[in-house]
Nanobody, 129 residues
């Protein structure tokens, strides 16, 4: 399966952006999806994840209440709505997927980059103060 993130850009603190992830090459509902981000000079970190059906979601503490992950399986697309953006949210955002629609009950596993087999190119989000 191939994934391509888009929708990044530059925004001022307090603003909003919606990222999209277009998926091809597979039946998207059979895959759990996620968003990760990597800031300059830092390791890639977990942002949010969503089950194949969209019924289950989990978020990193730093974005909970500000970001919303969702998906439209009919359109083979996953989204990340980002509100109240902060300069600390500046990063390249990636949308990986795993070939299992059910999310792991282990937070450690869900948050791990090793949990996701498929990765595409990211999209840059820059938040200025």
């Amino acid at each position: 399966v191939q994934l391509q993130a888009s929708g990044g850009g530059s925004v001022q603190a307090g603003g909003s952006l919606r990222l999209s992830c277009a998926v091809s090459g597979g039946t998207f509902s059979r895959y759990a999806g996620a968003w990760f981000r990597q800031a300059p000079g830092k390791e890639r970190e977990f942002v949010a994840t969503i089950s194949g059906s969209g019924a289950s979601t989990f978020y990193a503490g730093s974005v909970k209440g500000r970001f919303t992950i969702s998906r439209d399986n009919a359109k083979n697309t996953m989204y990340l709505q980002m509100n109240s953006l902060e300069p600390e949210d500046t990063a390249v955002y990636y949308c990986p997927a795993r070939e299992n629609p059910i999310l792991s009950p282990s937070m450690r596993q869900r948050n791990s980059i090793n949990e996701y087999e498929y990765w595409g190119h990211g999209t840059l989000v820059t938040v200025s103060s």
